[in-house]
């Protein structure tokens, strides 16, 4: 519902429960330093669903921005909520190049931070020491509405009648602000005057209104709208595309030209289908709290598009010379990326994708092929295991977008279309499948350039994989969310793993478009504490598929309300999934 979603769309405005609001993140973007002459910079800023873009700044520019956005009690209690800052160079007839980015941390409640930060990822040439100059508070919903209240009794409080609102002016105010204005007999506001009157001598001033009117039991006297109103207008929110704000900053760094495409809508409820239809594929960034596009060649997507979701290339499809041809073009690319040439295709990916290399364990010159990079191993640090210590709390197997379902069935429901899905097919074993009917599932998706290492996602013993053979269809939502029965018809390995607190869990590795090998790294009978590795898969997307027998696990709140949009969450390895079930 409105009330407990990260979104606050146009569509959804108009049903925001404020009860859910948590408090107003004020920002202002004081300008930008460090800057090559060369360029125009425009900075853009994030948090949660919501990005918000400024002018194009000069060297002199004295103008400041602000901007706020509205921080839900979701988005409070994610796991790690952030303001993201990026610094862009203004194009004409291009996209607008990003120069270089960096993430700060929300402040606390009623804390003020006047900082300079350094962007700590420097993306062009010379951007590697640019800054930005901003300040934030974060105000919680309590302060926000005292200043409604000191707005609303400064425009009643008539200098004439002295210092306080008298019984006339707060009945004025009162059925003003009121949507149940009509039935307020002049009894019931002899009664709330008195109520707010606290010292008793005849005049409400702008505490004892706040006070009042802060009270749960005075709920019925606001009018939401006109706080809703008051928020945009005077504090500037940018709560949806109608007041300047972006869902995502891929749609925010558009140069003019896209005004004429489909990014430019009222609302992403019209102009952006977010999920399993999206002409954009959107997802949930959990490290930030907001969305992000994924990053897919248009050309490789229309090629998708093609063939996955046309009937032509369905057709294509399941014939089998092209199951031959996908199967051979895998095998062939494993040879290409194992031969020591393949290196020189190292850098160009780091570069296309941004990866940060100081997370690995190795230095780039040091990899032999490009499939030693692309399995590459990371520093422990990089990726620390939520909880270590406490066994009931489960971990993300893997750098994945994830999609998790607390019921099997809302598989084909919300994400799989293959026609012939069943837990049977998944496993290859109709008798393995009867223990997680009615359980839960997650399944991890990993896209080429993520740590392709998976891990085990929970304290357990390792049983025998179990290889089955099959296709090699790409394993990316476009193919997913077609007909095409991916995730049971692909190569993959099943193995069960055994734990004391959550049960038997179905271990499944799938392979994919250009995956020709997965490999273990533990042996069976292996005692694992969780987050530690057990395998990897060569060059390609892939993806893991974890199975629970029912009760067995209760996922995250914010990785359950994104999944019921049909969104994948980006989390890394090691992050909290969920937690075993209180006995």
Known sequence: ?????????????????????????????????????????????????????????????????????????????SHSLKIKFSIFDKE??????????????????????????????????????????????????????????????????????????????????????????????????????????????????????????????????????????????????????????????????????????????PSYDVGINVGRNAKHILIYERETGGMREEVIDPHINMAMRAMYQSPVGLAMLSVNSSKQLLK?????????????????????????????????????????????????????????????????????????????????????????KGKKFSLGALLGSEEDAKKFVGGSCAIFRLAPQDYHRFHVPVKCRVGKPRPIAGEYYTVNPVAINSTVDVLTT???SVTMLESEEFGTVAFVAVGATNVATISYVAEEGAELDKGAEYGYFAFGGSTCVCLWEPGKIQFDADLLNHAAKSTESLIKMGMTLGKAPTK
């Not at 073009?329 to 190292?346: L, T």
């Open 328 to 416: 051979k073009m895998s095998i062939q690319y494993g040879v290409r990326y194992n031969s020591p040439k393949s290196v020189s295709a190292i850098k160009p990916f780091i570069e296309h994708f941004h990866l940060n290399m100081e997370e690995a364990l190795e230095k780039v010159e040091d990899y032999k092929t490009f499939n030693e990079f692309f399995y590459r191993r990371l520093k422990p640090e990089s990726r620390p295991i939520a909880a270590p210590k406490d066994p009931t709390v489960c971990v993300s197997a893997a750098d994945c977008r994830l999609m998790v379902f607390p019921h099997v069935d809302e598989i084909t429901k919300l994400w799989v």
């Open 92 to 265: 004409l007839f291009r996209s607008n190049e990003k120069l270089c980015t960096g993430l700060v941390d929300v402040p606390q409640v009623g804390q003020d931070i006047s900082s300079t930060t350094e962007l700590m990822q420097g993306l062009a040439n010379g951007c590697d020491k640019c800054s930005i100059k901003y300040s934030a508070t974060l105000m919680s919903m309590a302060s926000v509405e005292k200043e409604f209240w000191e707005h609303w009794f400064a425009a009643f409080d008539a200098p004439s009648s002295g210092p306080g609102l008298d019984f006339g002016e707060f009945d004025e105010l009162v059925k003003h602000v009121s949507p149940n204005h009509a039935d307020l007999t002049e009894q019931k506001m002899q009664s709330f005057f008195q109520g707010a009157d606290a010292d008793g001598d005849g005049r409400v001033d702008s505490e004892e209104l706040a006070t009042f009117m802060a009270a749960p039991e005075q709920g019925c006297l606001v009018n939401k709208d006109q706080l809703m109103d008051y928020m945009r207008e005077t504090l500037k929110i940018n709560d949806d595309a109608r007041n300047a704000g972006f869902l995502v900053e891929s749609q925010a760094a558009k140069g003019w030209i896209f005004g004429l495409s489909e990014w430019q809508a």
């Open 1 to 77: 519902g409105a009330g407990c979603s990260c979104f606050v769309s146009a569509a959804e405005q108009d049903a925001l429960d404020l009860a859910n609001v948590s408090g107003v993140l004020k920002i202002t973007i004081e300008g930008c330093e460090g800057v090559p002459a060369k360029y125009q910079p425009f900075i853009l800023v994030s948090c949660g669903p919501i990005t918000f873009r400024t002018h194009v700044w000069s060297e002199k520019d004295s103008e400041v921005e602000t901007s706020a956005f509205l921080i839900t009690k979701e988005m409070a209690a």
């Open 490 to 492: 692909n190569k993959r």
